[in-house]
């Protein structure tokens, strides 16, 4: 059974950064689309960033492009998400998620059939 472990997230004043980190065990990393959604209390869940497991490109949210990067660790069937200049917006629930989702509905959560258990992520302003 495919599980996701996502960790890194914390308190972090504005303009700071953080890394989060998507372990996937189960299953081998590259079979998987793997993005990272976020929720902040009394919005919907939204999409971040994800990795496309079939051109290996990465997309971006706009309000996250330029400051938020996506790398992998094949070897440690690990996805990382670099969070530079955070904001105090971006503070949220961030989880990551695996599929294999068409390339057009790479940002739609329900196109994704495994989830980590979340971590926060809080920006101090």
């Known amino acids: 059974q495919v599980q996701l472990g996502d960790s890194g997230g914390g308190l972090v004043q504005a303009g700071g950064s953080l890394t989060l980190s998507c372990a996937v065990s189960g299953d081998t990393l590259r079979s998987y689309t793997v993005a990272w959604f976020r929720q902040a209390p009394g919005k919907e869940r939204e999409f971040v960033a994800a990795f496309n497991r079939n051109n290996h490109n990465t997309y971006y949210a706009d309000s996250v492009k330029g400051r938020f990067a996506i790398s992998r660790d094949n070897a440690k069937n690990t996805q990382y998400l670099q969070m530079d200049s955070l904001k105090f917006e971006d503070t949220a629930l961030y989880y990551c998620?695996?599929?294999?989702?068409?390339?057009?509905?790479?940002?739609?959560?329900?196109?994704?059939?495994?989830w980590g258990q979340g971590t926060q992520v809080t920006v101090s302003s």
């Open positions: 998620a695996a599929g294999q989702p068409a390339l057009s509905a790479l940002r739609l959560p329900s196109m994704y059939y495994y």
